[in-house]
């Protein structure tokens, strides 16, 4: 874990809470998949969540993008409660997400997948295509405008025309990632975007993932890698068996005896986990 | 794969690609490659050529492609209305991913408006038929949609299965839309008589005008056949048109998205439910569409004329073609009606033929007789990925 060189740690910043989770708790049967955690996301920061397996953090994910509801408790975005608020509603307001595994539209080039995540503030509707109406053409101009920027952000502007399941593990990642940013998001939520990836490949992340930050956009980062977590986040929240355990800057957590604990004793077990995800 | 620098990324991307059983594959790009690249005016000179030749075809009567036993007018009508309800299936099923068994009942509904409204109980005009039965269709299209859509593959077949024998059972059971012994006197499309068209006669490889045998254009009636099919050519170019606005546009791609990955689709801001319903409402539209014509042409239907095995057919048809590709579909549309017309002389073993080449044509072309551009050109990396992966494997045999 210690090749990653551990970048300069900014001071926590300091800002308001862009999404809160309150008091949330989720249970599947007899099953409490998170139990009373809090934490905020602060507008501009990096947030990384991280536990060890089976600890609750992708469906922490889940109640926050309107996947699952919470058996009690609520999540709060920009200060209004989601609510029972539809997946794609959730989008629409801000929230944006990659997945654990890739998710991307196969058959779908490049390009397109990252339309369909521009087309989420889109109104055209099929009178507007038939007719092509002004309202049309704008958003397509602007969709493809949007898209073809992100694409280049991400460096995958000149993969654009192939078919987004023949791009190359790394570029599959990374286009999941265009794709969510193209939907415009506040708050950029990452399902383990390094599974898979080597330590330069680690690395790159690591200075993508700043690079999103400076864009004003604040990320949410789950990883099991915590060479990257603690490179990257500027604070760090630990969950295990869906209790919060600690959370602060990378390094207080580092040091805490809980998170210590946590970690020590599974960690044979994490690794065999992750060989087994790959 | 192809240049630059490629080593971790090619390798994970090789070893991530599951491994497809052969198939074979014939390179059918080029032709349309070429197509592509010609001048402007050169293709559309090209087009227009076809377009007329496909105006043309029943009064070419073409001896190989003529229906020796049925009047050729009337089996390109056929066809046509094949053609049309298996561009509105391909929305719903090739587009949208939606598997519905039950497209007859849109057809079926199509039809029994016009002949119901048109015979049975009013008559209103033929104008006001047409847009009646599709927005009547239309509507039992959401109707159905909206709480059927929120079941998924398996479970949405069964259920638009039910709805197509619903449909047919209803008709046959309700004297008020004419039991089972249907409705006759359907309004035909009201005629313009203009002037005269000679058929071709063919003598070998010679043809004569035949003054003897002419369509009057544009009469619909019994005997000559050929308007209708003028009348459906000329409705399936208007449907196609739209077909492609709606297929580049956010419309199509949220349906494609909706097909690849229906919860990915929506959290990345589709509203899946209302682009399904839309692609039912929009195959509903088509199928009815297709049905009213249909119901115009015969004169005559009966709860007979919608038989489940009619939806198979249609399915067949757009899976034979190449679900999700316009010009598959009907192809495919044209393999399902044309065939078994043409060979009508074999009588008795004609679904038995009929049946072996839809075999045959699910074993050596699975994608459809012109699959999407998409999966032909996914399908020619995916054999490259193959290629390159059993060479790797042979290096990599020692660890397993």
């Known amino acids: ?278 | 794969m192809t240049q630059g620098k490629a080593s971790p990324d090619t390798e994970s991307a090789v070893a991530r690609t599951t491994p497809k059983s052969p198939r074979l594959g014939w390179d059918r790009g080029a032709l349309s490659r070429r197509v592509t690249n010609l001048p402007k005016p050169a293709k559309w000179t090209l087009i227009g050529v076809l377009v007329v030749l496909l105006y043309l075809l029943p009064l070419l009567e073409i001896p190989i492609l003529s229906t020796p036993d049925t009047d050729f007018g009337a089996v390109l009508f056929t066809v046509a209305s094949y053609v049309l309800v298996a561009l509105g299936l391909n929305v719903v099923l090739g587009y949208a991913g939606l598997l519905d068994l039950g497209y007859v009942g849109f057809y079926a509904v199509g039809a029994y408006t016009v002949a119901v409204l048109g015979s049975l109980q009013a008559q209103l005009s033929w104008w006001l038929l047409i847009p009646l039965a599709v927005v009547i269709t239309t509507i039992s299209g959401v109707l159905l949609g909206a709480p059927t859509l929120r079941v998924r593959g398996d479970y949405l077949a069964i259920v638009t299965l039910g709805f197509g024998e619903i449909i047919r059972l209803t008709a046959l059971n309700t004297e008020w839309l004419g039991a089972a012994k249907g409705i006759t006197g359907v309004p035909r499309p009201p005629s313009v008589e203009l002037f005269e068209l000679p058929h071709l006669q063919w003598e070998g490889a010679t043809a004569v005008i035949d003054l003897d045998d002419k369509t009057k254009f544009l009469v619909f009636g019994v005997a000559d056949q050929a308007p209708y099919y003028w009348l459906a050519l000329t409705v399936i170019f208007i449907v196609l048109g739209a077909d492609r606005m709606l297929r580049l546009s956010r419309v199509g791609r949220a349906w494609e998205a909706t097909r690849e990955d229906e919860d990915a689709a929506e959290l990345m801001g589709v509203p899946t439910f209302k682009f399904k319903l839309l692609a039912f409402a929009s195959g509903a539209f088509i199928g009815g569409l297709s049905g009213a014509l249909f119901a115009s042409r015969q004169g005559f239907i009966n709860p007979e004329s919608f038989q489940l095995l009619l939806s198979i057919l249609f399915v067949a048809a757009v899976v034979v073609g190449g679900a999700g590709n316009r010009w598959g579909v009907i192809m495919g549309a044209i393999v399902v009606a044309y065939l078994p017309e043409r060979f009508r002389g074999f009588e008795e073993w004609r679904l038995l033929v009929f049946g072996m080449a839809l075999l045959i044509l699910a074993n050596f072309r699975p994608q459809g007789l012109i699959p999407p551009r998409r999966t032909r050109r996914a399908q020619a990396v995916d054999e490259q990925l193959d290629a390159l992966e059993e060479g790797t494997d042979r290096v990599r045999d020692p660890r397993g």
Do not use: W
Not at chain 1, 37 to 53: A, W
């Open chain 1, 1 to 278: 874990m210690s090749e990653i060189p551990v970048a300069e740690q900014p001071a926590a910043r300091e800002g308001a809470a862009l999404l809160s989770v309150d008091d949330v708790s989720i249970q599947f049967g007899g099953l409490k998949a998170l139990d009373h955690v809090s934490f905020d996301v602060r507008e501009g920061e990096i947030l990384g969540l991280i536990g060890p397996n089976g600890a609750g953090k992708t469906t922490c994910f889940n109640v926050m993008t309107g996947v699952y509801q919470p058996t009690s408790g609520e999540v709060r975005f920009a200060g209004s409660p989601l609510g029972r608020r539809k997946r794609f509603a959730i989008t629409r307001l801000g929230i944006a997400r990659t997945f654990q595994n890739i998710r991307l539209f196969g058959n779908m080039t490049a390009l397109e997948n990252v339309l369909v995540g521009a087309d989420a503030h889109h109104r055209t509707n099929v009178i507007d295509a038939l007719i092509r109406s002004p309202r049309h053409r704008r958003e397509e101009r602007e969709g493809e405008e949007t898209a073809r920027e992100v694409m280049k952000f991400l460096g995958l502007e000149r993969r654009a025309d192939e078919l987004a399941r023949n791009l190359s593990y790394g570029e599959q990642r990374r286009l999941e990632i265009a794709r969510a940013m193209a939907t415009k998001p506040r708050l950029l939520c990452l399902d383990e975007p390094a599974a898979g990836f080597n330590p330069a490949e680690k690395a790159q992340l690591m200075d993508l993932i700043r690079r999103i930050r400076d864009r004003g956009l604040t990320v949410l980062l789950i990883e099991h890698d915590m060479g990257l977590v603690m490179g990257v986040s500027d604070r760090v929240a630990v969950l295990e068996f869906g209790r919060k355990i600690a959370e602060g800057v990378p390094a207080d957590v580092r040091n805490d005896p809980a998170v210590i604990a946590a970690y020590l004793g599974t960690e044979v077990d994490d690794l065999d986990d992750e060989e087994a995800n790959l």
